[in-house]
């Protein structure tokens, strides 16, 4: 990471992003913030909080949510030919035990990011439900992983808020949570036989 | 007569992690303008940036003896900022807050009008807070404060990729509003 100051490196060529560079970096708030950070602080205690090494636990649940994840998406996909196709009658309700991961209020996911999470969700619920009773339990097992992934590295964001690293992790648990519901979207149809 | 007093940031830091209240209220004096403008750009509310300000502050108190100075102060402090504006836009809370934009990015308050050349800082700032927030983050983040498409990319938790391709829809976007460019 740079350790320069503020302000371009370069100046831009595009006059539009001159014209940004040249507005002001500092802004004053409207009033003094101290008093109001500084009641805070005491409140919560009288020095900064030991940092309690949450990275070996965030590490080791991202690491487990990768592996899982390539796990769960080499079942689903492998040749239909070799996967013995189940014989299931619908099961229109086992999408509704499924809950999505929730990110807590240190990570950086955004309400962007979530809305296009559960728009797939729905699609994923329908395809979810005609799955084996097997498959399904791995993916409840799967998502469950994710969630303790998301704790413990939202954990650790509490800690390190300005990790670049730890919102790395969490994004890439995002993604496979992505991941997981579109493999099943697509997959799902190969995999179940309906009586 | 005594000696002029030159306190650096790392000083100051090391006594804020021994619990100089002193000092990370000196820290806040000299990094509170920029995080304040960060955090009312991103958002384009100063109600919500006074209250992000501070959280960004408490979040730093509390993350001092985590911070190994392998990036400048401000940096590391401006990464929390970000985080915090970001957390905030997730919650249900941020998820109400009104913004001058939709998703879309399509425009509900901007009239600018005018060249490029004419366009005073205000007419920018305008411009910027327009935006939709993906967009209006990079310009923020690269274009006035100066950060590399990676480093913004890191803050952002996105690809550099999208960091380019949104800056070169923020271009677009604003280009139209202030009228040097004809909306596609």
Not at chain 1, 85 to 112: H, L, M
Not at chain 2, 62 to 69: C, F, K, N, T
Request: charge should be negative; include cysteine.
């Amino acid at each position: 990471m740079s350790t320069l100051p503020f302000g371009p490196r370069n100046p831009p060529e595009d006059p539009l992003l001159a014209k940004a560079a040249e507005l002001p970096k500092d802004v004053a708030p409207p009033r003094d913030l101290w008093p109001a950070i500084a009641a805070r602080i005491a409140k919560a205690g009288d020095a900064p909080a030991k940092p309690a090494f949450r990275w070996p636990l965030a590490l080791a649940a991202a690491f487990l949510v990768a592996s899982v994840s390539a796990l769960m998406t080499w079942s689903l996909v492998r040749d239909p030919q070799q996967a013995e196709p189940a014989v299931i009658a619908e099961a229109p309700t086992a999408g509704a035990d499924i809950v999505p991961v929730r990110y807590g209020p240190n990570s950086g996911v955004s309400a962007a990011e979530l809305a296009a999470r559960d728009a797939l969700l729905g699609e994923f619920k329908s395809a979810f439900a005609t799955l084996r009773p097997e498959t399904r339990e791995a993916i409840q097992k799967n998502l469950a992983v994710m969630q303790a992934a998301a704790d413990e590295i939202d954990a650790a964001l509490a800690k390190d808020p300005a990790s670049g690293m730890l919102q790395g992790m969490l994004a890439g648990t995002y993604k496979q949570e992505l991941n997981l519901y579109s493999t099943v979207v697509t997959a799902g149809d190969g995999l179940t036989r309906r009586t | 007569m005594p000696a002029p007093q030159v306190d650096s940031s790392a000083e100051l830091v090391r006594r804020a992690c021994r619990g100089d209240m002193g000092a990370f209220e000196d820290l806040y004096r000299q990094h509170i303008g920029r995080v304040y403008g960060l955090c009312l750009r991103m958002t384009g509310r100063p109600e919500s940036a006074e209250d992000l300000a501070q959280d960004t502050f408490v979040s730093a108190w509390r993350s001092l003896p985590g911070y190994e100075g392998r990036s400048s102060f401000s940096t590391w402090l401006h990464r929390i900022a970000v985080n915090t504006v970001l957390a905030r836009r997730r919650s249900p809370q941020g998820r109400n807050e009104i913004s001058m934009t939709d998703d879309s990015g399509e425009q509900m308050d901007f009239e600018a009008e005018g060249r490029m050349d004419e366009a005073t800082p205000i007419d920018v700032e305008r411009a910027i807070a327009s935006l939709p927030p993906g967009a209006r983050d990079i310009v923020v983040l690269h274009g006035i404060y100066g950060y590399s498409h990676e480093e913004a990319a890191e803050m952002l938790g996105v690809a550099v990729g999208t960091c380019k391709a949104q800056l070169h829809r923020a271009r677009h976007l604003m280009r139209t509003r202030m009228g040097t460019e004809q909306a596609t």
